[in-house]
């Protein structure tokens, strides 16, 4: 077979092996001899470079010579972009061989091993006091939020059940209702309000994912937070229907 020179530095081309069942897009240097070569295919094929064959195939997939002359340049033979270079091992492997993960022994270690190392995500966490391992930032949040459970306890028993309220919610105009639910909810953490509507102004009819905490009209229920609620002389407004 007659050899062409190109003047293209590098090659794109494919890898086949009789070891895998896929193929890979690469790219090398023409200067790259046949020893060499096979080298970097080890790390593609998985195959040892003293127990490789070497095939060349154009792009329509033709065979066109054997790579077989260790000193000779990649360059040497007519390698062109899109052909196909297939690997051919001896060394015994089965196909499919390097492709199964399962067959790969899986490192393990045990929780007391793992809390004795010092390069570990755990042990950089315990020395920096990060996240759940900082107990003063850990016992700051669970003050602050056991002080304001108890101040949200302390608002709601002075909201009684049935009684008459406005909620005034920032950036929205007051809003009267009554009074239908006080106390802790599965919904959220915290003590809240359920508040019927004068008007079609809530979200839901007194339950929330599925469990019912009051009765009400569809869009007239809500809830909100104790200190948004204010109890009093909060008549409903009958929109002038009484006016002559």
């Known amino acids: ?5 190109l003047s293209a530095p590098t090659v794109t081309v494919f890898i086949s092996s009789s070891l895998n069942s896929f193929r890979s897009e690469k790219r090398y240097s023409r200067s790259l001899t046949i020893a060499e ?3 970097k295919l080890e790390l593609v094929v ?4 003293s127990c490789m064959e070497l095939e060349l195939y ?5 065979f066109y010579s054997k790579l077989d002359q260790e000193d ?11 052909c196909r270079i297939h690997v051919i091992d001896h060394s015994g492997a089965r196909l499919g061989e390097y492709e199964d993960v399962s067959q790969v022994e899986k490192y393990k270690i045990s929780q007391e091993a ?3 190392r010092q390069d570990s995500v755990r042990s950089f966490l315990k020395r ?3 996240g759940r391992y900082n107990e003063e930032e850990r016992a700051q949040q669970e003050a602050e939020t056991s002080q304001r459970l108890t101040e949200e306890k302390a608002q709601a028993s002075a909201i009684p059940m ?5 909620v005034r919610a920032p950036g929205q105009l007051p809003r009267r209702g009554t009074v239908m639910y006080v106390g802790l909810t599965d919904f959220k953490p915290g003590y809240w309000i359920g508040i019927r509507y004068d008007e079609p102004l809530g979200k839901h009819d007194g339950s929330v994912n599925g469990k019912r905490y009051f009765e009400c009209q569809a869009k007239y229920g809500a809830f909100v937070k104790p200190s948004l609620v204010t109890v009093g002389d909060f008549p409903e407004d009958d929109y002038g229907l009484d006016e002559m």
């Open 58 to 62: 154009g792009a329509d997939d033709k």
């Open 72 to 82: 000779a340049l990649l360059g040497s033979y007519p390698v062109d972009d899109g």
């Open 162 to 166: 049935g009684s008459r309220c406005e």
């Open 37 to 39: 070569f096979k080298c």
């Open 46 to 49: 998985g195959s040892p470079a």
């Open 114 to 116: 793992y809390d004795q």
């Open 128 to 130: 920096s006091k990060l």
């Open 1 to 5: 077979m007659e050899v062409t020179g």
